[in-house]
Structure formats: C-alpha cells, structure tokens
C-alpha cells in the first residue's frame, strides 16, 4: 500500500475483538484480529493525527497494547 508522502504507518495493538459500533470510532484504519486482540492499522499524515487516535482509544476505555510505526 502507498503511503502519502510524509506520512508514517501505524500499527495499534488494542486488548480484544472489537464490535462494529467500536471500529467505527477509527475511520480510514485497516481492521485485524490477530489472536484475539484486534490491529487497527494505517497511514497517519502527522503527529497530531496520531494522537487523535491515541485520544480516541484513551476516551473509549480501550487498552492499548502495542503502538508501531514506520516510514516508507
């Protein structure tokens, strides 16, 4: 997948499968279950949009496992 340029892909690593109602709080990421704990994954154009992100996990009481990043 290309990615726009200086944008970085994230990985976020939430405890638990989560519903539709929950997935819909994170529009334009890539959703995966991955032994039992759900990927949120995608690229963020910048910092801010990736602490909105954390905010939103943080809001919904969801727990956060694993956050990776990477630049192409």
């Known amino acids: 997948m290309k990615q726009p340029a200086g944008s970085v892909y994230y990985e976020f690593r939430?405890?638990?499968?989560?519903?539709?109602?929950?997935?819909?709080?994170?529009?334009?990421?890539?959703?995966?279950v991955q032994e039992g704990d759900t990927v949120l994954a995608g690229a963020l154009p910048d910092q801010s949009a990736l602490h909105g992100v954390l905010?939103?996990?943080?809001?919904?009481?969801?727990?956060?496992?694993?956050?990776q990043g990477s630049h192409s």
Do not use: K
């Not at 519903?19 to 709080?25: C, K, M, P, R, Y």
């Not at 939103?56 to 727990?63: A, D, N, P, V, Y």
């Open 14 to 32: 939430i405890r638990g499968v989560l519903g539709d109602t929950l997935l819909g709080a994170f529009p334009g990421l890539h959703v995966e």
């Open 55 to 67: 905010a939103q996990i943080g809001q919904l009481g969801l727990e956060l496992l694993v956050v």
